[in-house]
């Protein structure tokens, strides 16, 4: 059980390894957040968030903690890297991996809230997937504080706009504060 255990946390820990593509690709970041750092920050918006707005903020930190847990063994690939199916297939495999050393009960628990974050049908995995894309707008307000282009930054603003462009939604309003859509270069 132990041996199995740690086969799970060192692909969690692997995490730390795996940098986010989109920066230094599209930025020309050269150190750039790992993905690991990535979901920590997504669990801290998520958590004040969740609890905020009443969803249940135990399924939404386990969703996030899980949502790019196979990129411990896919790396992390852009948009348009990969078909879609593509993607799909190889974090699906992935997945199974890693979470075949877990006691079946969780393995199912986390198998079926992995699906329901990947299908984006709930409320809760639509809340999740606006969250993805507002830790990725902080983190390119930090990326422009620290001095990169505005302009090579723009496109992850946009891209945030586009997937939190909820009416009466927390997640929009703070983005909204953060970066007005009215502040493009």
């Known amino acids: 059980m132990a041996e199995d255990l740690a086969s799970f946390f060192q692909a969690v820990l692997q995490l730390k390894s795996v940098k986010r593509a989109g ?3 599209k930025v020309g970041i050269s150190n750039p ?3 690991a750092e990535h979901t920590f ?3 801290a918006l998520g958590m004040v968030l969740s609890d905020m707005t009443g969803l249940d903020t135990r399924k939404v930190m386990k969703m996030i903690l899980l949502h790019d847990l196979a990129e411990s063994i ?3 690939y852009m948009p348009g890297e990969i078909s879609s199916s593509q993607k799909n297939a190889r974090e699906g495999r992935a997945m ?6 877990l006691p079946a009960e969780l393995r199912s628990e986390y198998s079926r809230i992995w699906k329901e974050y990947q ?10 997937h606006r969250i993805d894309k507002l830790e990725m ?3 390119a307000d930090r990326y422009e504080k620290d001095g990169h282009p505005t302009k090579l930054l723009e496109q992850f603003f946009e891209s945030a706009r586009k997937t939190v462009d909820v009416k009466d939604d927390i ?6 504060a953060l970066r007005p859509s009215n502040a493009r270069p």
């Open 23 to 25: 920066w230094a690709s």
């Open 171 to 176: 997640v929009k309003e703070i983005l909204d």
């Open 96 to 101: 199974k991996k890693i979470l075949s050393s």
């Open 41 to 43: 920050s997504m669990c």
């Open 119 to 128: 299908q984006d049908r709930t409320e809760v995995a639509r809340f999740v």
């Open 33 to 35: 957040e790992s993905v």
């Open 74 to 76: 896919v790396g992390d």
């Open 137 to 139: 707008a902080f983190q």
